[in-house]
């Protein structure tokens, strides 16, 4: 089957030809209607799994996918062939990603039905992102808090979790690297900075003198540059990265928990994410598609940046 993967850690995504998964014992076979991109399939392509899990090559990226079920494995009984489903797949050994025309996938894991309302090439673009925004706003934003600052916004994550937020009545600042108003704002966000063009401590002590009420910053990879944001929280307050960079002992110092998110992936997730879907609550935000064959060159535009919303692989 036809494929985008890797031949060695770090090696550059092409185009391969990969032998069609089998699936073994609670496993169903899922033929791929479409897979989405996120900064984690080249992060592990990078070998951020390598200690963790066993690699094997050549490796097929992706983790997100939508598609139908086409046979079950031994014992599995979830799913039936002709189901449309979701999810998110890291494998053991890691390599038989979903970015091909097949995945195979445990049907224990992050797999539920995909949403009603949506194409399966929508649908694809949402498990890692929406998962991460639902599963942000359970640790930080059902605490009461009225303000959210989000670094990054413009993104995958933070195009759900405007949303998600702004559906929570939290008053959305949006961080973004451009002129990303008014997508912003179709998103729920109060107030949208270009951090290019306005300093982000000026505009946020404006609003909130006493600062934010909450932070999720998707954009910085170390503490000095978490901090920056951080240091717009309130006393009191929240601050959260997806990048590892909080320091949550200097913070508490300053009377601001720190914490550094980390998706665990489930069904039970995709099922709530489905249901803010198709309740409409949320819009999934594809930017763009791409045809599996010119996966390569996606991945390698997206890696480079300037995201907005999400990007699908169609097989
Ligand atoms: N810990 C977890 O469980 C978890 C889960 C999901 C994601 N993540 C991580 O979270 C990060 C975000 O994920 P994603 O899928 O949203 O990535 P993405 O789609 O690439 O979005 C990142 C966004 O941040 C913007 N940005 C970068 N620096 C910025 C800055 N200083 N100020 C404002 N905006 C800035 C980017 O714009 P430009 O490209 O134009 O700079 C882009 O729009 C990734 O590193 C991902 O690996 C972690």
């Known amino acids: 089957m036809r494929a985008v993967g890797v031949r060695e850690t770090k090696g550059r995504p092409e185009l391969l030809e990969a032998a069609r998964p089998v699936p073994d014992e609670g496993e169903v076979l899922v033929k791929v209607g479409a897979a989405g991109i996120n900064p984690l399939d080249w992060k592990i392509a990078d070998g951020m799994l390598e200690g963790a899990l066993p690699y094997s090559f050549p490796l097929v990226m992706g983790v997100d996918f939508a598609g139908v079920v086409e046979s079950n494995g031994p014992q599995a009984r979830r799913f039936q062939p002709g189901d449309g489903v979701y999810g998110q797949v890291i494998s053991d050994p890691v390599g038989r990603g979903t970015w091909a025309e097949y995945v195979v996938v445990n049907e224990a894991a992050a797999v539920a039905a995909a949403p009603s309302s949506l194409s399966l090439t929508a649908a694809a673009a949402a498990p890692t992102a929406g998962m991460t925004a639902l599963g942000i706003i359970d640790v930080a934003a059902l605490r009461g808090y009225e303000s959210l600052l989000i670094i990054g916004a413009a993104g995958g994550v933070g195009s759900f979790l405007t949303q998600l937020a702004a559906a929570h009545d939290l008053r959305v600042v949006a ?30 002590r404006t609003e909130y003198p006493r600062g934010v009420d909450a932070l999720v910053d998707l954009a910085s990879a170390t503490p000095d540059a978490f901090d920056a944001g951080a240091a717009l929280v309130r006393d009191g307050g ?32 995709l099922v709530r994410l489905a249901q803010e879907i198709d309740g409409g609550r949320v819009t999934v935000p594809v930017e763009s598609e791409a045809p599996l064959e010119r996966g390569p060159d996606a991945v390698a535009r997206h890696r480079a940046g300037g995201n907005r919303g999400k990007t699908v692989l169609v097989p």
Do not use: K
């Open 175 to 204: 961080a973004t690297h451009g002129h990303d108003e008014q997508r912003m704002a179709s998103f729920g966000a109060a107030l949208t900075v270009d951090v290019r063009e306005r300093a982000l401590v000026d505009a946020v």
């Open 238 to 269: 929240v601050a959260v990265s997806t990048l590892g960079a909080a320091t949550p002992d200097a913070l508490y110092e300053r009377g601001v928990e720190g914490l550094n998110f980390q998706l665990a992936a489930s069904a039970d997730l």
